[in-house]
């Protein structure tokens, strides 16, 4: 029976570093999507510096870390895995009707906004309805 139980909480201890080791990640994706706060915004861009389009955004600042994921936003309603708006976490993926953006915690986002506002942070991630929250990371 020791062995048993040695077995299952050394398999708890892997699950509890593998969300451990997620977390950090969902929040290395965030801090990356940070810096390009006050870069343009161009429809179609390819350019976290330069411009790109709320889309372009998500896939650019996932890229970075290796993670494939779409660059149309409607298709990403799908990537990763599904999660309630309620247990949202850094890093994960705000869907909306025609647009992105990616949770900051505490109802914040970070997102390409507009040409007129660029990349920015949101203070309220639920102003327009939320479609899908999905997880990457």
């Known amino acids: ?17 593998g969300e451990v080791a997620a977390g950090l ?8 999507a940070l810096q390009f706060v006050g870069n343009p915004y161009v429809w179609g861009g390819n ?4 411009g790109t389009d709320c889309s372009g955004f998500v896939h650019l600042v996932y890229a970075h870390f290796g993670y494939s994921v779409a660059r149309q936003s409607g298709a990403l309603r799908s990537a990763g895995r599904g999660v309630s708006y309620a247990e949202a976490q850094p890093g994960d993926i ?4 025609g647009h992105v953006a990616i949770y900051m ?30 997880r990457v990371v």
């Open 105 to 134: 915690g505490g109802g914040q986002i970070v997102h390409a906004s507009d040409p007129t506002r660029g990349i920015i942070c949101g203070t309220n991630a639920a102003y327009h309805t939320i479609l899908a929250v999905r």
């Open 47 to 50: 350019s976290l510096t330069n």
């Open 94 to 97: 705000i869907c909306y009707s």
């Open 25 to 32: 990640g969902r929040k290395r994706v965030e801090r990356h």
């Open 1 to 17: 029976k020791a062995e048993g139980n040695l077995g299952l909480i050394g398999l708890l201890e892997i699950l509890v570093k």
